[in-house]
Each structure stands twice: as C-alpha cells, then as structure tokens.
C-alpha cells in the first residue's frame, strides 16, 4: 500500500507565505510525477503545479512566479512553497504522485493525499 501524507496548510493573510509537504510512503519502487492540485468551494479540482522530476516542473499560469515546487527523492517527499498568497488562492490542497510500485508493476497515478485546507483572509 502507498500513503501520501500532507502537512503545511492554515490561515495566512493577503501576501503571506505557506509551505506544503507531501511524504509518501509503503511500497514504492520509484516515483515519477509528483505534483499538487486544488479544489475551491463550488469548483472542479485544478493542477496547481506538477514535477515530473526534480529539475522538470510546470505550474499553472495563476500561480506562476508566486509558487514554487520542489522535491526530494531521496525522501519521497514534494513539497510547494506558497508566496504572495490571494484569497483566490483559497482551497484544498491536493497531493498525487505516479508510483511504481514493483518492478514488474506499471506505475499508477491515482495516488492522493487527503487534503490540507489553504485559507487567506485578512
């Protein structure tokens, strides 16, 4: 079984900064994208940013320049560095990640963390 488990998410005000993690953990061979979604009251869940790997990445146009993903392979963990934050950056945050998890398995990717709630609000 694979685990994605988020942290980082709260309340922040106009212009603040969060930082998401995202671990994943049980029986991995290899992981190949890794990204972060997110779903707003009301609305379908949208790409945020996606790394395929660690010197690839692609971000969604309304987050370009204020967001930043990263991750670390070594401890299958993804993180996502929040700046300059707008109350229509409100939401749940989403992790997914594509797991192989043998090497005789295709790799999946439907893996998702359970969410972690981002509110800005001043």
Request: hydrophobic share 30%; glycine share 10%.
């Amino acid at each position: 079984q694979v685990q994605l488990v988020e942290s980082g998410g709260g309340l922040v005000q106009p212009g603040g900064s969060l930082r998401l993690s995202c671990a994943a953990s049980g029986s991995i061979f290899s992981i190949r994208p890794m990204g972060w979604y997110r779903q707003a009251p009301g609305k379908q869940r949208e790409l945020v940013a996606t790394a395929p790997s660690s010197s690839n990445t692609n971000y969604a146009d309304s987050v370009k320049g204020r967001f930043t993903i990263s991750r670390d392979n070594a401890k299958n963990t993804v993180y996502l560095q929040m700046n300059s934050l707008k109350p229509e950056d409100t939401a749940v945050y989403y992790c997914n990640a594509c797991v192989r998890r043998t090497t005789v398995e295709a790799p999946r990717c439907d893996y998702w963390g359970q969410g972690t709630q981002v509110t800005v609000s001043s």
